[in-house]
């Protein structure tokens, strides 16, 4: 285990809602990012975060905006939540020192 | 437009052959390769990996080849198992970006039979 929570791991919203995902990592890495994954589109990036208050955008960024106020914890804010970001929300984190990224379990998120 | 294409998405194989999962890409700033498998309610789970300046990788029964010409990767698994069925993704990054900005190709089903 990679040492990342994902929390909630499920949630349904109504379209309009915001939401908040969380992403917790008891490893101490320096990156952490966040993914989506839809049928027919693998995983895209979101945003991504290379330190405390450090955010980048990714490939899917709309709609989305990220927070990082602690090494271990990574957030991720749907502000206004629609119906084309039911999805498949992955975190990821990088930066040990093997030269690999690993996921979380997923948070499913239905905007109905 | 996807620069990581996995244009088979599905692939059925025997139990004790070889399996074979091809990769191609488009970017050639990518250096960096990554085979991940997912089951079903799971995340992705990192499973080899290649840089550019080799040609192949081998860990236990996975193989990983590059070919940067033909800009082609295949995933090798000798021999396949049950446990082996789930979803493949390969992933590439570009040179000198941070590692985990990952470009993923839609993914490949594989199902191994008894």
């Known amino acids: 285990d990679a040492g990342i929570t994902q929390s909630p791991r499920h949630k349904v919203t109504e379209t309009g809602t915001p939401v908040t995902l969380r992403c917790h990592q008891t490893e101490n890495h320096r990156y952490m990012y966040w993914y989506r994954q839809d049928p027919g589109h693998g995983l895209r990036l979101i945003h991504y975060s290379y330190g405390v208050k450090d955010t980048d955008k990714g490939e899917v960024s709309d709609g989305y905006s990220v927070s990082r106020s602690k090494t271990e914890d990574f957030l991720l804010t749907l502000e206004s939540a629609t119906s084309s970001q039911t999805s498949v929300y992955f975190c990821a984190i990088s930066g040990g020192s093997g030269n690999t990224i690993y996921f979380g379990e997923g948070s499913w998120l239905t905007v109905v | 437009d996807q620069q990581v294409k996995q244009n088979s998405p599905s692939l059925s194989v025997q139990e004790g052959r070889i399996s074979i999962l091809n990769c191609d890409y488009t970017n050639s700033m990518f250096d960096y390769f990554l085979w991940y498998k997912k089951y079903p309610a799971e995340g992705p789970t990192f499973l080899i990996s290649?840089?550019?300046?080799?040609d192949k990788n081998e860990d236990g029964r996975f193989t990983v080849f590059l070919n940067k010409s033909a800009k082609h990767l295949s995933l090798h698994i000798v021999p396949s198992q049950p446990g082996d069925s789930a979803v493949y993704f390969c992933?590439?990054?570009?040179?000198?970006?941070?590692?985990?900005?990952?470009?993923f190709g839609r993914g490949t089903q594989l199902t191994v039979w008894p």
């Open positions: 290649i840089s550019s300046i080799k």
């Open positions: 992933a590439a990054s570009v040179r000198g970006s941070t590692l985990g900005r990952l470009y």
